[in-house]
């Protein structure tokens, strides 16, 4: 053999140990991350973090609450066309290869030649299946060995796995920009739409976004996105998934998104979402709330809400404008540029139509104004100038106010109100037919605030909640959190206890001066009815419907205090009134919510009523985990062949007698067609509703009800500070209600309250209690307990007068009567 001859053969026999040493450690290689491979047998079982879904009674997406935005959905649900569109543009032999794709790995290769030389991103070739590989079980680390791992991954996915299953995981799990996973949520988000009906392109444009989410964004790189949809519906159409008609009708489709926004869906129920978000989170915790899918069926009425939320605003500035104009916002500095002054300026989005604006120009009829630019995506600002008009008309309420207590002179010109430079809040007002503002009206953000509560009296739903003027300014819920003195809101109590105890309505209590020695530290106490003056002996009815403050003290002086602080109790109130006689014309503290179940008794017969804002709630499987209803219904699941529905027991508690419930609600009745709640005459159906004003009128009060539905308002500072002199509760708070019972039941029909057995109602002279004579101007029909009528027309009298002569024992809590005494009348005599 010839020297060459040997140097060659040794060479080979080198190359060939090197070849066997390089297959030796490169197979043990892969023997060991074979080995090391993470457990994806765990993806059959996989439950991806879900978003909380929450709707209204009619079934309107409300709010979604998730760190990540994904709404799971079977592969069987998920249309042809999408499928078809991803693997168009991800994976085109997706149900051909067996987990990688030899072609597209050939083609990445050579394209990544120039891509080196031209100094530009390397591509990859990974197919579907190991894309799930990389988003569920690996880190997204660009090198040789994660590639190698997810490689062997798809290989053994491919074995486990039906391609449907994969194809499921991948197309839910997906990132497709805008915090939205899965293909779902990109639908919704992207276009407002569920799956099924996304057209061609718009299927098209949601493919093109797994490469870069961020390179394709419609808002920040709208041409980008837009060729890159074209470039997905091209394939399509190459791979015959739409035809050429379908492509091009597709390409020619114009490109619109919108931005969904993140959280409530329905600006007029933050308040109320905020609350059933917090009862989510007590209950099930956090991460049930924003990753376990749960679907939450609330009772809120979106159509009434929009009505309260309205009613509660115009009620709020109602009284603001009573007060006067408390000047700009802010003021221009000398040289600012008001275009971006006003759009760097916070301002409460929920607060729209209202806008700010900024005074350019006076003249004596009407100011120019500048608007604030409309907010685009991304917190970027319009650049388009806008300018309108104020004219005079529209400020000329906006008299100065002095002191929070009065009003300036009559505005004479916009001058007296305007500056060049104010930063003031408008809104645009539209003449009928048109879709441009004609010009704008100076606006307030009331100082005051209130809220409102709507109910359901038999069921406890809350169909309607509004927490204040505009939860972006304070998320602070004063139907719920904030506690208050309710007033002469609370007597219905005092009143009901006193019928539990013998008096009739038509019993007669003094109303006179009233005298309490509380003892040598604290003095007399000398409560006051708000007119100050009296009438003598007057009827129960009488003092319930004119709110008089001194019959109600000898009233609860009479039953005694622990008897009216354990009806505070039973109707859910308060849970530890003290019982002192002050607290009998609501000095305590309650909730709106809690007030308002406790006239939803009433309502609802004396049975107890428990609030709730929630229906229903079920997993992410559709299991039924929790139900406001938990009454027994064994025949509710028997197949339905035309027999009646099942009747339900009625196992809630009986509060109150439904005869003393009715009388009460008789003479709140009386309350608004002859008392303090005249405000509310004007609707056309049967109301009972009574007024509430706290000491120096800090609260202000209206709670009532039709046969069907409680409402209550309450209004004042959330730094208790007097609303004015005489912004009562029937000022301040009784138009509001006024207002939401016109829109939601003022054009039903006149249903009467329902009258319980055991009620008669008899004609008697309303100012004397006695049986009325058939002349006798005062007649009214009044509620009777059966054996508790009246038995004479004249002469003799037959109820007794309480007269609650003043006691010493004041903080006792005794107060006269003890606690469950008897005082029956019919039996004449002095109390």
Known sequence: ?????????????????????VLFVGGYLLWQMNIELPDYSKLADYEPPVMTRVHAGDGTLIAEYARERRLYVPIDAIPSRVIEAFLAAEDKHFYTHSGIDPVGIARAMVDNVFNVINDRRLVGASTITQQVARNFLLTRDRNAQRKITEILLALRMEKAYSKAKILELYLNEIYLGSGSYGVAAAALNYFGKPLNELSVAEAAYLASLPKGPENYNPYTHRDRAIARRNWVIGRMQEDSAITAEEARAALAEPFVTIQRPVGVQVASTQYFVEEVRRELYSKFGEQKLYEGGLNVRTTIDTRL???????????????????????????????????????????????????????????????????????????????EIKTGTLPFSEMSWARKSINDKYLGPAL?????????????????????????????????VPAVNGAV???????????AMQGGFSFDQSEFNRATQALRQPGSSFKPFVYAAALDHGFTPASLVLDAPFVMDQGPVLGLWKPEN???????????????????????????QSVGMNTVADYARRFGITDNMQPVLSMSLGAGETTLMRLASAFAILDNGGRKVTPTLIDRIQDRWG????????????????DWSNQLPPELPDNREQVESAQTAYQITSMLEGAIQR?????????????????????????????????????????????????????????????????????????????????????????????????????????????FKEGTEPQT???????????GAPVTDFDSGTSGAASGDSITSGTGGLY
């Open 675 to 783: 008392g303090t709640g005249s405000a509310v005459k004007v609707v056309p159906v049967p109301l009972a509703g009574k007024t509430g004003t706290s000491s120096d009128e800090r609260d202000a009060w209206f709670m009532g009800y039709s046969p069907n539905l409680v409402v209550g308002v309450f209004v004042g500072y959330d730094n208790p500070t007097p609303l004015g002199r005489a912004e009562t509760g029937g000022r301040t708070a009784a138009p509001i209600f006024r207002d939401i019972m016109m829109e939601e039941v003022g054009g039903e029909p006149a249903i009467p309250f329902r009258i319980p057995p055991g009620i008669n109602l008899v004609k008697i002279d309303a100012k004397s209690g006695q049986l009325a004579s058939s002349s006798d101007p005062n007649v009214i029909l009044e509620a």
């Open 530 to 556: 708000y007119e100050h003056n009296f009438f003598g002996p007057s009827t129960l009815r009488f003092g319930l419907e004119r709110s008089r403050n001194v019959m109600t003290v000898r009233l609860a």
């Open 305 to 383: 809400q929009a009505i309260v939320r309205r009613a509660l605003r115009k009620g709020l500035t109602d009284y603001d404008r009573r007060h006067g104009y408390r000047g700009a916002v802010a003021t221009l500095q000398p040289g600012e540029n008001w275009h971006e002054a006003l759009a760097k300026r916070p301002f409460a989005e929920d607060l729209a139509p209202w806008t700010l604006a900024v005074v350019l120009d006076l003249s004596p009829q009407s100011a120019k104004i500048g608007l604030r630019p409309e907010k685009l995506g991304n917190g970027k600002f319009s650049t």
């Open 793 to 803: 027309a004249s002469g003799t009298p037959t109820l007794g007068v309480v007269t």
């Open 412 to 444: 004479k010109q916009p001058s007296d109100a305007l500056a060049v430079g104010d930063i003031i809040c408008v809104e645009p007002i539209y003449k009928k037919g048109q879709t441009a503002p004609d010009h704008y009206a100076l606006r307030q």
């Open 1 to 21: 053999m010839s020297p060459l001859w040997k140097i060659l053969t040794a060479l080979a026999a080198v190359f060939l140990v090197c070849v066997a040493g």
């Open 623 to 638: 299991h039924t985990i929790y139900k406001h209803d938990d009454r027994p219904c064994p025949d509710c699941n028997a």
């Open 453 to 463: 509560i709507a109910m359901d009296p038999h069921t406890g739903r809350v169909l």
